[in-house]
């Protein structure tokens, strides 16, 4: 009799989903997750204002030491730092030759408690283009199969947006709550770029804040977003989706929810006779004890490198290439998004406006480029995230003046600013993949990532001609560009492989099991009680931010075990 | 909503910051002149290889960097970089958080600043109205490029960040809240005309 129905590994973005559709169907579900348990009244510093930050919240000597590759990260501070892996303790390799940043944290709640909020859903041209360019393996699946799981997916999570927008590329179900207001040089900045390309849009973001939560947001303690932009810091209302916030406690609420932290998974039980998987076998990471776990079907969510390499890691006699790899693609098309075109400028109009709060959202100008408009020489495509702001004291204290005019001169608001960065989709390529270390191992025995991944012209042109756009588009708002990376786009300018924090494809899905180890409801071709819906079965990248995608899948394969447990096929 | 823990900790530890920062901000109001604690200071904390010092810079420093900074940001309608107790955070920047090259960068800068400032009368004693003269000039010559003095700038942001970020200074000279409750992307200048504090 094993343990649970179905043992989850990893609680983040993902896996909490899993937990929650398959508790919600009334099966046992046990939650694995490698970190520590996340309590909201001491791990979250939301309520921490500025003058009781020690140091002036600079990041000290020890942060480099600890953490030289997470602290690069736009979320990492001193009240952050908390939700990102200290690096000397989990280490990784790249190939010789290459770049990888791979930025992470270990804790109940994973990355949805750090992610950056934006939640767009994946359209038909973004299914469709694997198949129509020959890159990686085609979708199993279409936007028509999708958009109800996107619906319900947005409904329990609670996106701010606009329902009026009409956006091909991002389409949407008219279940957003109410959007943020643009700034009024957004509106000014639309305007004027809608009028000068006509195949062009600029959208209010979709974040996953609440601003008008739902009963079932309220009865989960969920509340209205208060408009403090300390996100990354954790929130007390509960007013961003996390899995913290949202779904392990929907998932709890049922009575069907075992939560077992600090166990790190470091392979998969597998029974020959029936071809099962058996369940999860780890350590305890403060014990290092062995840790064994049984259920009647086994989900990975642990993201797609470590999901990939527990896969890699139960190798055994039968399987030597590792476990549900009998295509050989596990670990490969490690795909991602490529950052880097950017242009920021200043606007001396508009001087009767400001703005009130601290909007944890900016605008969106959603992908054209091999769509309305060509690309040159790349395939695919990129979107813009921005925002315009009238400027802060940071960006006037080191000007010329002392003294009391030098006050009043920061204390006045200062110029508009629009700041503008691209993300772009990158191409799934079976070369770029992640293996586990021969030889060397992390401190509880789990061999190391070796990362090997290369941008290629086709990442390298798509954010050449981003950086032109972002120029442009900045200059067609009317405003002075101060600075762009326009015409600066060389391999080595652009930030490493990873750096877009959204790794994936390396258990991807496809209707072709010599293709793809995952079919079309997240399940292995090989294993069937095996499930992933973590960034893993990524088939494509898309260019918009994927976390929505994974909730609208992971419930979609969640509900499709519970039909295979309900009707005794797994 | 409660206040949580942790923020309840950091509060007592800043009301407990804030007692030392009381007494060395009117030490640092009432001095005049140097007196040779600077020496000595550097003599104790060489005996002690820099290892984790309670207060790096010594009384004269101390003197010295609220004189420039009070110059930078002095009291007007709202209070200045003393009464918001900037030095005292630079302090624990020196004696906590840096590194020694970073405890050296500051110490040389300091004096080597506080001198340069100094003629015949030196900067502590001469009036507000001298300092913010001599002050402003050098400063002038610093932003239009004629001397390049990377530290002074450095100083300078240092003591506005600290400023801006204290509490005064965040909620009396510029405009702050905790809890906005809600976003509004286009309000009237009028109704919030000042710079948001964070």
Redesign the interface.
Same mark, same amino acid.
């Given at each position: 009799m094993p343990d649970f129905d179905v043992v989850v590994v990893g609680s983040g973005m993902s896996g909490g989903w899993v937990a929650k559709e398959l508790c919600e169907r009334g099966f046992k579900v046990c939650v694995v997750e490698r970190g520590r348990e996340i309590k909201?009244?001491?791990d979250?510093?939301d309520?921490?204002?500025?003058?009781?930050?020690?140091?002036?919240?600079?990041k000290?000597?020890d942060t480099y030491e600890d953490y030289p590759i997470q602290s690069e990260v736009y979320a990492f501070h001193s009240y952050t730092k908390q939700f990102w892996v200290k690096d000397t303790e989990h280490p990784y390799e790249v190939a010789p030759g290459t770049r990888y940043k791979w930025r992470r944290g270990h804790h109940l709640g994973g990355r949805s408690i750090m992610w950056a909020r934006q939640s767009y859903r994946m359209s038909e041209i973004d299914f469709k283009a694997n198949a129509v360019d020959g890159f990686g393996t085609p979708w199993p699946v279409d936007y028509a199969e999708m958009a109800p799981w996107y619906d319900h997916a947005e409904r329990f999570a609670g996106v701010s947006g606009d329902n009026t927008d009409d956006v091909e590329v991002l389409p949407h179900g008219g279940v957003f709550q109410p959007p943020?207001?643009?700034?009024?040089l957004?509106?000014h900045m639309k305007s004027a770029i809608e009028a000068k390309w006509p195949t062009r849009q600029m959208i209010i973001g979709r974040t996953a804040n609440l601003t008008q939560p739902t009963e079932e947001q309220l009865a989960l303690g969920r509340g209205t977003c208060?408009?403090?932009d300390h996100c990354f810091r954790g929130c007390?209302?509960g007013a961003y989706f996390s899995a913290v916030s949202a779904t392990l406690p929907a998932a709890e609420r049922t009575g069907n929810l075992t939560i077992v932290t600090d166990v790190a998974v470091h392979k998969l039980s597998h029974d020959r006779a029936t071809n099962r998987v058996t369940g999860i076998r780890g350590v305890d990471t403060k014990t290092k004890a062995p840790v064994e776990i049984t259920g009647r079907a086994v989900f990975l969510n642990a993201s797609a490198i470590p999901s990939a390499m527990i896969l890699l890691n139960s190798a055994d006699a039968d399987n030597p290439k590792g476990l549900a790899n009998s295509s050989g693609h596990v670990g490969h098309n490690l795909i991602g998004h490529v950052g880097g075109g950017y242009a920021n400028g200043v606007y001396d109009g508009l001087?009767?406006?400001?703005?009130?709060?601290?909007?944890p959202n900016g605008f969106y100008i959603p992908r054209y480029r091999n769509h309305t408009e060509p690309g040159d020489g790349y395939l695919r495509g990129y979107g813009f995230q921005g925002g315009a702001h009238?400027s802060?004291?940071?960006g006037?204290?080191? @000007?010329? *003046?002392?003294?009391?005019d030098?006050?009043a001169r920061?204390? @006045?608001? *200062?110029r508009w600013n629009i700041w503008i960065g691209s993300f772009g989709e990158t191409m799934p390529r079976y070369e770029n993949h992640v293996r586990l270390h021969e030889t060397k191992t992390d401190k509880w025995g789990f061999p190391i990532p070796v990362m090997d991944c290369r941008w290629t012209d086709n990442e390298i042109n798509a954010v050449a001609q981003a950086a032109a756009d972002a120029h442009d588009m900045v200059e067609a708002a009317g405003a002075t560009v101060l600075a762009s990376n326009k015409g600066k786009i060389t391999e080595a300018y652009l930030s490493a492989p990873g750096n877009g924090i959204h790794e994936m494809g390396t258990i991807r899905m496809g209707d072709d099991p010599s293709e793809a180890p995952l079919n079309r409801w997240n399940q292995s071709h090989d294993i069937p009680n095996l499930f992933c819906t973590d960034g893993s079965f990524m088939t494509s990248s898309a260019c918009q931010n994927p976390s929505l995608t994974y909730m609208a899948f992971s419930a979609r394969a969640a509900n499709h075990a519970a039909d295979l447990l309900r009707d005794g096929v797994i | 909503m409660t206040r949580l823990n942790l923020t309840q900790a950091n509060i007592n530890r800043r009301s407990a910051l804030t007692g030392l920062l009381a007494i060395s901000a009117s030490g640092a109001l009432a001095a005049c002149g140097q007196s040779s604690a600077a020496t000595e200071a550097v003599q104790e904390f060489d005996v002690l290889g820099y290892a984790k010092p309670t207060k790096f810079f010594s009384g004269s420093e101390m003197r010295a960097l609220g004189a420039m900074a009070d110059t930078i940001i002095p009291s007007t309608d709202t209070p200045g970089a003393v009464e918001a107790g900037v030095p005292d955070v630079i302090q624990g920047l020196a004696s906590e958080w840096g590194d020694d090259n970073f405890r050296q960068y500051w110490r040389e800068g300091i004096r080597r600043v506080y001198k340069t400032l100094s003629g015949e009368t030196k900067f502590l004693a001469m009036s507000p109205e001298e300092r913010e003269a001599v002050l402003g000039a050098y400063d002038a010559k610093v932003y239009a490029g004629e001397i390049e003095d990377t530290f002074y700038r450095d100083m300078k942001k240092t003591v506005a960040t600290a400023y801006y970020m204290s509490e005064p200074g965040a909620t009396q000279e510029l405009a702050y809240e905790a809890v906005p409750g809600e976003w509004i992307g286009q309000a009237p200048i009028s109704k919030y005309p000042k710079t948001w504090a964070t």
């Open positions: 909201p009244e001491t979250y510093t309520m921490v204002d500025p003058w009781q930050m020690e140091h002036l919240n600079m000290g000597p943020h207001e643009m700034t009024a957004e509106k208060q408009a403090r007390s209302f001087q009767e406006f400001h703005h009130y709060g601290r909007r009238r802060g004291w940071g006037k204290i080191d @000007k010329v *003046g002392i003294g009391a030098y006050k920061v204390r @006045k608001p *200062g | -």
